[in-house]
Nanobody, 122 residues
Framework: QVQLVESGGGLVQPGGSLRLSCTAS????????LGWYRQGPDKEYKDREL??????????DYGDSVKGRFTISTDNAKTTVYLQMNSLKPEDTAMYYC?????????????WGQGTQVTVSA
């Protein structure tokens, strides 16, 4: 059983900041990557785009549209990620989904959180 607990999100004015967090728990051997994707209002599941993620090697990976504005970090246990979003723009409006890429002894798996809404509007 795997669980992702997301928090943060909400309504913010352009230029403002928000912080998202996601904690992963459950029966897995290790985490390959933990991070955030987003799906815009008129987009489908297959169009979810990478926002930011941390790989098991501690390498961070950002979507081009958020580089320089968003920062992802993790706790010591590497089971919680924090996404600090600064200089938010209306085009950042989307449902943000925490994503976990994890493994057991034999296989890699993917798991999505329920999502948290971020709305950037004056």
């Amino acid at each position: 059983q795997v669980q992702l607990v997301e928090s943060g999100g909400g309504l913010v004015q352009p230029g403002g900041s928000l912080r998202l967090s996601c904690t992963a728990s459950g029966n897995f051997i290790g985490i390959n990557a933990l991070g955030w994707y987003r799906q815009g209002p008129d987009k489908e599941y297959k169009d979810r785009e990478l926002v930011a993620r941390i790989l098991s090697s501690d390498i961070t990976d950002y979507g081009d549209s958020v580089k320089g504005r968003f920062t992802i970090s993790t706790d010591n246990a590497k089971t919680t990620v924090y996404l600090q979003m600064n200089s938010l723009k209306p085009e950042d409006t989307a449902m943000y989904y925490c994503h976990l890429d994890y493994r057991d002894l034999w296989t890699n798996y993917n798991y999505w959180g329920q999502g948290t809404q971020v709305t950037v509007s004056a």
